[in-house]
């Protein structure tokens, strides 16, 4: 028997209180992905948390290594 890990949709004002909080650590300079672990979301709903959100997105990869 398995057991479904679905999480529930956020709504109102706990989706509110979702998108600031996915907003402020992606301005600290977390990832989408470490902003979802925090949040226990996934990847794809924190994105889409914080473009409800206005945050402009950074560009894919991280700093590239020094030739």
Not at 33 to 61: H, I, M, N, P, Q
Request: proline share 0%; aromatic share 2%.
């Amino acid at each position: 028997m398995t057991t479904s890990l679905r999480r529930l949709q956020l709504k109102g004002a706990d989706r509110e209180k979702a998108k600031s909080r996915a907003a402020e650590l992606y301005a600290t300079g977390c990832s989408i992905k470490s902003v979802a672990a925090e949040l226990d979301r996934s990847y794809g709903g924190t994105r889409a948390l914080l473009l409800e959100a206005g945050v402009a997105l950074r560009a894919r990869g991280g700093r590239r290594a020094a030739a």
